[in-house]
């Protein structure tokens, strides 16, 4: 069974930029998450699809939205990027809403100059 | 506050040691207690999933958890190098979203 994929692995923006980010889950997982990992912060929540609408939200600005499509793959887009985006980017596929097993990609890597 | 506190290390120990990790928790929600490891330039994975207080094992891993003092330990017997990760504690509140620590960085050496 494939895991979840992140695309793309690496990617290298300047201030006032925008990036968007693709993820696609576990094949049969309608849930996905996406989170924010830096050395300073840890693992920060960003916000959680499932069926293609948004059901929890972590406490980031709108400059960070997401959007899921009817067959479950997920994007994340981030606006007018600041130096403090700079982060590796990390999506999770979960089963069903009622636990808290999260399937975690290798994650997405930004770097803002 | 952070709601789930974890001492960042390093924590660096000879192969064969008994390798203890130490997170607390503010939230008393209803909730489960769960451990990541992280390896480098990976995503994390679960090792371990718990609810109640008291221990949970598999094989060389044992979690531990006391609600009493919001108190989440993992424990690693007979520690190896491929031991070496972050390891991360979290916990669940009612949406079964994972808040993390900020994890541990373990370096075993031979």
């Known amino acids: 069974k494939a895991g979840v994929t992140q695309t793309p692995r690496y990617l290298i923006k300047t201030r006032g930029q925008q990036v968007t980010l693709s993820c696609s889950p576990i094949?049969?997982?309608?849930?996905v998450s996406w989170y924010q990992q830096t050395p300073g912060q840890g693992l920060q929540f960003l916000f959680e699809?499932?069926?293609?609408?948004?059901?929890n939200k972590g406490n980031f600005p709108g400059r960070f939205s997401g959007r899921q499509f009817s067959n479950s793959r997920s994007e994340m887009n981030v606006s007018t990027l600041e130096l403090g985006d700079s982060a590796l980017y990390l999506c999770?596929?979960?089963?069903?809403?009622?636990?808290?097993?999260?399937?975690f990609g290798e994650g997405s890597r930004l770097t803002v100059l | 506050q952070k709601e789930v506190e974890q001492d960042p290390g390093p924590l660096s120990v000879p192969e064969g040691a008994i390798v203890s990790l130490n997170c607390t928790y503010s939230n008393s929600a209803f909730q489960y207690f769960m451990w990541y490891r992280q390896y480098s330039r990976k995503g994390p994975e679960l090792l371990m999933y718990t609810y109640s207080s008291g221990n949970k094992e598999d094989g060389r891993f044992t979690a531990q958890v006391d609600k009493s003092s919001k108190y989440i330990s993992l424990f690693i017997r007979d520690s190896q190098p491929s031991d070496s990760a972050t390891y991360l504690c979290a916990r669940t509140g009612g949406s079964y979203i994972p808040t993390f620590g900020r994890g541990t960085s373990l370096i075993v050496h031979p």
């Open positions: 094949s049969g997982h309608r849930s």
């Open positions: 999770a596929s979960r089963r069903a809403l009622d636990t808290g097993e999260l399937f």
């Open positions: 699809y499932f069926s293609e609408t948004q059901r």
